[in-house]
T-cell receptor
Framework: LAKTTQPISMDSYEGQEVNITCSHN???????ITWYQQFPSQGPRFIIQGYKTKVTNEVASLFIPADRKSSTLSLPRVSLSDTAVYYC????????????FGAGTRLFVKA | EAQVTQNPRYLITVTGKKLTVTCSQN?????MSWYRQDPGLGLRQIYY???????DKGDVPEGYKVSRKEKRNFPLILESPSPNQTSLYFCASSVGSFTGEPLHFGNGTRLTVT
């Protein structure tokens, strides 16, 4: 199973760039890497997704090295409202379409 | 508005009293899934369904049942709830069963079993 490992927590200040790295050593060939954001008592929300190299949207960038065994979510110029838990998700390699979330990274943005 | 709707939002029950948490999506999604979230453990998948009448176990299926008789609905059934099933539950759906499809989550159901 393609389990993921992320830092438990990170602190940052407003206006800084934040990079959260996720390890997924057993990622399967067909798996995409997807990141979600979750605020307290709400369901996770899709942020960004990628397969390899770099993906950028209006919210974040995702960097994936050639071996795909890790990925880095980059949040430019964070604000207080970016304080949340961030999950890295990869698909199950048995083709059964399980979805495996890690424990997530709790990001705390300070003023 | 495209959404995943769970009911109820909050539920307090006693050990052994059967309950059902409903989940409905209005996006014509094929894939639906249930998760539970406990402090420090992140989201763990309970059951998922790739289409009508097709369901399969996730990582923590013990003590739960599901059914998928219609595409839009995916209820979670606890036949005999126990205190260790006290948790925050989320239902989610996506366009297809391809793992690259983003999941859309409901707002959660907080269940307490005493």
């Amino acid at each position: 199973l393609a389990k993921t490992t992320q830092p438990i927590s990170m602190d940052s200040y407003e206006g800084q760039e934040v990079n959260i790295t996720c390890s997924h050593n057993n990622i399967a060939t067909n798996d995409y890497i997807t990141w979600y954001q979750q605020f307290p008592s709400q369901g996770p929300r899709f942020i960004i997704q990628g397969y390899k190299t770099k993906v950028t949207n209006e919210v974040a960038s995702l960097f994936i090295p050639a071996d795909r065994k890790s990925s880095t979510l980059s949040l430019p110029r964070v604000s207080l409202s970016d304080t949340a838990v961030y999950y890295c998700l990869v698909g199950d390699d048995t083709g059964g379409f399980k979805t495996i979330f890690g424990a997530g990274t709790r990001l705390f943005v300070k003023a | 508005e495209a959404q995943v709707t769970q009911n109820p939002r909050y539920l307090i029950t006693v050990t052994g009293k059967k309950l059902t948490v409903t989940c409905s999506q209005n996006m014509n999604h094929e894939y639906m899934s249930w998760y539970r979230q406990d402090p420090g453990l992140g989201l763990r998948q309970i059951y998922y369904s790739m289409n009508v009448e097709v369901t399969d176990k996730g990582d923590v299926p013990e003590g739960y049942k599901v059914s998928r008789k219609e595409k839009r609905n995916f209820p979670l059934i606890l036949e005999s709830p126990s205190p260790n099933q006290t948790s925050l539950y989320f239902c989610a759906s996506s366009v297809g069963s391809f793992t690259g499809e983003p999941l859309h989550f409901g707002n959660g159901t907080r269940l307490t079993v005493t």
